[in-house]
Structure formats: structure tokens, C-alpha cells
């Protein structure tokens, strides 16, 4: 392949964050040694219908951020080759890793943020503990490395005043309009394709804030959240956001709260625990000064 082979316009690069683990596996190497690897996933987007995926084995005793720099080097230009355009952003969730990846990460002039809006990495790892490791030499049932749908110890802490908003609503818009959310005047926030296998008229529930003065000044500190998902714990709404923080949004009627805890559970079942948050600044104008789809992957069948 020449150089000018290689080239390719700005419109025809494939553009997309990615998402990264950097952990020992549920395998035993033949020296004895825990298996250490790094996983690539690019975040799902409406900009292209492909996925990068990379991953890498490192030795043992060269888990350090000189070898991940290496190998985040090596998954750029293997990703070039592919046809993607050089992340802006990578995200990682792993807080026993964080200098490492954190170093790693800056060292190749790419934002590191730490968050668990991987979804698609998520998915990654699962697929790779159900269908792949099994099948190993050296594979070890049951030693799962720990992923970011375990408990949060964290007490949630109430949303500020100032964005809590004029009026909030629990509420349920179906797959079919999700789907369309691309199209859709959005100032801040982040979506992604819907999975095409669900059924358009199942539903999904979601918060939905108003704020007559304020609503984009609301929506830019939810994007500063990175909110992950919501979830009924005893009567409070919370929302799982960023690294391991909890926000305590509203409490609920005894009756409210099981509605929609069983709202959330037939979501996961349906839907594959998609879930969403609005901004406006009413309920009656078609803007959104934000909009983010969320899912929980925790125990979805």
C-alpha cells in the first residue's frame, strides 16, 4: 500500500470516543501468573455503524503505564489502518487502575475521563467471559474481574438546588421514538443507536426535568455528571453517575416508587434496560436543552 493509498478524507474516517478496561483476566497463564489484559471497545454512534475492538495480553510484570502507552499506541495505529479517526476521548472506569490508565491515556494526547458510560465495553467483556475465556487454557470459573455494575457503597448525595429544576416527571417514551432521538434538537447530552432487535413499541422509562429559565444551564452540569443509569432504592429515585457517585433526585410515595421499580425491571427484560433523562424548558416546546440515553446492564436477561 503507498502513502497516498493510505489517505483518507475526513469524511470518509470512521469517528467515535472509545471505551477501555486494563485488568487481569479469569485465567492462570503457564508461569502461574494471572492473566493481564487490555480491552478496546469505540463507544456505539450515529456516525458510523462499526465498532473497533482491540485487545492485548500483557505479561504480569509489565502491568505498568509504560507498557500501555505502548500498546495505546499500537491500537491507534492499528485503528488508523481501519479507517477510524483518532479518538477525542477515552473512557474508563477501573479505580484501582486510575494512575495507570490516567498517565497511559494523556501520554498520547487523548482526554482521559473516568466514567462508566462504556456500555459498549461493557458488553465487550461479557461476551468475552461467556463464549472466549471458557475456552482457554488456564481459565479459572467463577474469578470474574469486578465490573462496574457492582454495588456502589456511596450514599447518594441530594441534587444541588440550583438544578433541580422547576418541576420534574417519571415518565416512558417507546423504542420507536428513542430511535428517532438523532434527529432531535439537542443542545447537551449524548445517545447512541438503539439496538434494531427490539421491539419498537416496547417501552422505556425516564426522568424528565423543567426548567422555564434554566433548563441549559441544568443540562450542562448533568453533562458534567456522565450519568450512567436510575435506579428505585427504597422510596428515592437515585441516578448512578461518573466513576461511583450517586445523586438522590426525588423521593417517592411508597406506591410510586414500586410502579416504577417495576417499570425499571420491565425495561430490562424488554427493552435491554435502556432508560433516559430530558431537559426542557416545558413540557410543550420541542427542544431539548438535553437528552442522554442510559442503560442498565445489571441483570438484564
Known sequence: MTINEKIISDKELKISDWELDFYSRPIIETNGKKRWELIISS??????????LWNKVCPANE???????????EALNDAEIEGWAKPLKIRFWRASMKSIIKKSIENIGIEALV????????DRIEFLEREIYP????????????????????DPKPLPEAVRGDALTI???SIEELKLAKNW?????????????????NLVPGLRLFSKDRS????????SLEPVKLLIKQ?????????DDKWLVTDLQEKDAKVLNDKFTQSKKDSYGYQFISIQATPFIEKFAGFWILKDVELIS
Open 185 to 201: 434538537p439537542i443542545e447537551f447530552g449524548d445517545i447512541f443507536p438503539i439496538q434494531s432487535s427490539i421491539k419498537n413499541d
Open 171 to 173: 415518565s416512558e417514551i
Open 235 to 243: 422510596n428515592q429515585l437515585i441516578l448512578e453517575a461518573s466513576e
Open 135 to 154: 475456552l482457554e487454557q488456564g481459565y479459572v470459573r467463577g474469578v470474574l474481574a469486578p465490573t462496574f455494575t457492582s454495588n456502589i457503597l456511596n
Open 43 to 52: 463507544s456505539k454512534s450515529f456516525k458510523t455503524e462499526k465498532i473497533f
Open 115 to 122: 466514567s462508566r458510560r462504556t456500555y459498549e465495553l461493557f
Open 216 to 223: 441549559l444551564a441544568l443540562a450542562a452540569w448533568f453533562s
Open 63 to 73: 502491568v505498568n503505564s509504560i507498557w500501555l502507552t505502548k500498546a495505546l499506541n
